[in-house]
């Protein structure tokens, strides 16, 4: 078995790829520290929602969990109106992201921008299709190609670096942040590229869509009581919370990193990347897709399961998906599972869809390097069928000495991510 | 019937809600492209803002021939508005 024969400085040959810059726009706030100190309070970023259309079209679910801060009120009002709401966001979080790895000097044609979402620009598609009907062919914005096509905040951000190396946008669904980070890991390791802006950015809060994943029976009904609606792991959950924003990392190679003296955030160890075959939106009940997934990215991280000591896991509040991760976390790490401290910090953020993966991977890291591992909340009464250690209530402290960090994503149409995170020291 | 200055002063109202010009930039022999900076996207959103509030029509053939705001104001004075 693969993940026997594998031991940590596994892979000494190869590019070894770490995280100098974090940035998010977040339902919990409009940037990382503030987003992280509200996970770390159990804090909800999910409301009520109270535009007029909840109630004119009826709509079964009237709870969303919306970004903390509006960008309109950030951004410049010329800037703005030329980008979708997805490319506002990305913007963001890539500005501060980008700051906060201390702007890196490097070549432009050694850098690289992977920058993904799950829907791409909705809000742009719908509400220029109004303008068409309503006011004719004429008066459809000319911005709205670049506004609407799924790769236009990939480009957005590449075009504020200048980045040369490569411009790409992973879809797959909600796996789409999470392969972002494994893309731009590959970019530097493969030698395309010294310093990748990854993450994914997602906001299609319309009723459309709100509406098109109710029919799926996707989303949590309890609609009075929005904070307590996200609820991993928790008897009596009913479903994810629809939710939007944006996290940003800045890969770069460790000898790029050490060259101009940056702070290392954590190590990107391992990816694994597979999909299902087995359902267009139903997890695999056995999880065997999920499974190999982590066990890619723990051999490709050189780790063992021991070394796992925090997950941050996908765990969205769904019955059947909660219950699949957690099978295919426990059938991964074997007797890791037990001690590993598991957050599923969905019941704070709501479901971030293609942006999931990237704020997920922005917790997991600063998890490891603050050593602090953040609750999951609404955890009132757990489900008997899920057997993990399950940080709920407060916070929980991580071991000291190299810890290894695992993160699942995965996505409708049967994509699974894992990520492998290494603990800066 | 607007006058020369009218159609001036709303091509400026109309260059600075697109691309966020200052007003008092938009004169009668600055370049669109070269001076206030506004690219072909842009542009297609001045021209239709201005159909729209001028009551003229402006074809996209005709569009070419507008460098400067000059030529706007001449433009849509000839076409009526």
Same mark, same amino acid.
């Given at each position: ?9 596994? @892979? ?130 000319? @911005? ?111 000898? @790029? ?21 087995? @359902? ?19 051999? !490709? ?98 071991? !000291? ?25 | ?81």
């Amino acid at each position: 078995m693969q993940e026997e024969d594998a031991d940590v400085g596994a @892979h000494n040959d190869r590019t070894d790829v770490v995280v100098t810059g974090l940035g998010a726009f977040s339902p919990l706030g409009g940037d990382v520290p503030t987003t992280w100190e509200a996970m770390l309070a159990g804090r909800s970023g999910v409301r009520a929602l109270t535009e007029p259309w909840v109630t004119d079209l009826d709509l079964p679910v009237r709870i969303a969990a919306t970004t903390a801060v509006d960008p309109l009120d950030v951004l410049d009002r010329v800037e703005a109106r030329k980008l979708d709401r997805t490319e506002q966001l990305a913007l963001l979080a890539a500005r501060e992201a980008w700051a906060d790895a201390g702007s890196p000097q490097v070549d432009p044609e050694r850098l690289g921008v992977v920058v993904a979402s799950g829907i791409g620009g909705a809000l742009t598609l719908l509400g220029q299709w109004d303008v068409l009907r309503e006011k004719g062919a004429r008066r459809v914005s000319p @911005h709205s190609i670049p506004m609407l096509m799924p790769n236009g905040p990939a480009a957005y951000v590449g075009l504020e670096l200048q980045a040369r190396a490569g411009v790409h946008t992973p879809v797959s669904a909600c796996a789409s942040g999470a392969e972002a980070v494994s893309y731009g890991t590959r970019m530097i390791r493969d030698g395309r590229a010294d310093v990748v802006v990854v993450g994914g950015t997602e906001a299609c809060l319309h009723p459309l869509p709100l509406a098109a994943f109710a029919a799926m029976m996707a989303l949590s009904k309890r609609n009075d009581e929005p904070e307590r609606a996200s609820r991993p792991y928790d008897k009596g959950r009913d479903g994810f919370v629809f939710g939007e924003g944006a996290g940003i990392l800045v890969l770069e190679s460790a000898e @790029h990193a050490a060259a101009r003296g940056a702070r290392v955030y954590a190590h990107v160890a391992g990816q694994g990347i597979t999909s299902d075959g087995h @359902h267009i939106a139903q997890p695999d009940p056995e999880g065997r897709g999920a499974i190999r997934a982590i066990r890619f990215a723990l051999d !490709d991280a050189g780790a063992a399961p021991a070394d796992i000591v925090h997950v941050n896991a996908h765990a969205t509040s769904t019955p059947q998906g909660d219950v699949a991760e957690a099978v295919a976390i426990r059938a991964a790490l074997g007797d890791a599972a037990d001690t590993a401290a598991v957050s599923a910090t969905k019941s704070m953020t709501g479901h971030l869809l293609g942006a999931a993966g990237a704020i997920e991977s922005i917790a997991a890291v600063l998890a490891l390097h603050q050593r602090i591992a953040p609750p999951t909340i609404n955890l009132d009464d757990p489900d008997d069928e899920v057997h993990l250690d399950v940080v709920s209530g407060a916070p929980r402290r991580l071991p !000291d000495g190299t810890i290894h960090a695992l993160n699942n994503s995965f996505g409708f149409g049967g994509h699974n991510v894992a990520l492998v995170f290494r603990s800066a020291q | 019937m607007a006058t020369q200055q009218e159609i001036l002063s709303g091509l400026a109202e109309i260059v600075n809600e697109v691309a966020g010009v200052p007003a008092d930039d938009v004169q009668l022999e600055k370049s669109f492209v070269d001076d206030l900076d506004i690219d072909s996207l842009s542009m297609v959103e001045v021209v239709v803002a201005a159909e729209e509030r001028f009551g003229v029509k402006i074809p996209d053939d005709d569009v070419k021939g507008l460098r400067t705001v000059g030529d706007a104001v001449s433009y849509i004075e000839k076409a009526g508005g």
